[in-house]
T-cell receptor, first 113, second 112 residues
Framework: AAGVIQSPRHLIKEKRETATLKCYPI?????VYWYQQGPGQDPQFLIS???????DKGSIPDRFSAQQFSDYHSELNMSSLELGDSALYFC????????????FGPGTRLLVL | GENVEQHPSTLSVQEGDSAVIKCTYS??????FPWYKQELGKRPQLIID?????GEKKDQRIAVTLNKTAKHFSLHITETQPEDSAVYFC???????????FGKGITLSVRP
């Protein structure tokens, strides 16, 4: 079965650079969530989209923005990168209420030097 | 907002024994409680979930129980195997289209 796709899988950036992470949800899933997971930490919710509209916002820095496109894929744009932004970034998708389970993608490992 | 606490933070069991992981939540509006297993560097993978209108759910060696009054839910793994070794996260959410609030995770080690 098709899963959530994320690209790139690994990314190395310098401080103050920008990064764009992409997420392609499971086909027919209309809701996308972004989570940030630091080493040894639990996933922290950043932002979510339903039918291309932002549905909820968590602890997402103002330097980050995201959107969901007409084909339901989503992009997380990160600017003025800081060392503390180094983490695993997961995208998850679901299709509530029929399929409420959030299925996670393989993640993008971002390293900021 | 929701606060999910998970205990203990580490658990070591002998292969074949049972493991129980407990979580508590604070928001009485939460009604969906998934459990995820995460291996090092991999994605969280759903292993079982439960809704608030159900007290217990079982899937082969894995079961989850929910006590809404006490606001706690537990994961039970029977006949543990070395491949069960991983980090296990509990989570809670009030709506099926809402963010998940995770516990801090527990590292389960199954000794052969």
């Amino acid at each position: 079965a098709a899963g959530v796709i994320q690209s790139p899988r690994h990314l190395i950036k310098e401080k103050r650079e920008t990064a764009t992470l992409k997420c392609y949800p499971i086909p027919r899933h209309d809701t996308v969530y972004w989570y940030q997971q630091g080493p040894g930490q639990d996933p922290q919710f950043l932002i979510s989209f339903y039918e291309k509209m932002q549905s909820d916002k968590g602890s997402i820095p103002d330097r980050f923005s995201a959107q969901q496109f007409s084909d339901y894929h989503s992009e997380l744009n990160m600017s003025s990168l800081e060392l503390g932004d180094s983490a695993l970034y997961f995208c998850a998708s679901s299709r509530p209420p029929e399929q409420e389970t959030q299925y996670f993608g393989p993640g993008t490992r971002l390293l900021v030097l | 907002g929701e606060n999910v606490e998970q205990h203990p933070s580490t658990l070591s069991v002998q292969e074949g024994d049972s493991a129980v992981i407990k979580c508590t939540y604070s928001d009485s509006a939460s009604n969906y409680f998934p459990w995820y297993k995460q291996e090092l560097g991999k994605r969280p993978q759903l292993i079982i979930d439960i809704r608030s209108n159900v007290g217990e759910k079982k899937d082969q060696r894995i079961a989850v129980t929910l006590n809404k009054t006490a606001k706690h839910f537990s994961l039970h793994i029977t006949e543990t195997q070395p491949e069960d070794s991983a980090v296990y996260f509990c989570a809670a959410t009030p709506n099926s289209n809402s963010k998940l609030t995770f516990g801090k995770g527990i590292t389960l080690s199954v000794r052969p």
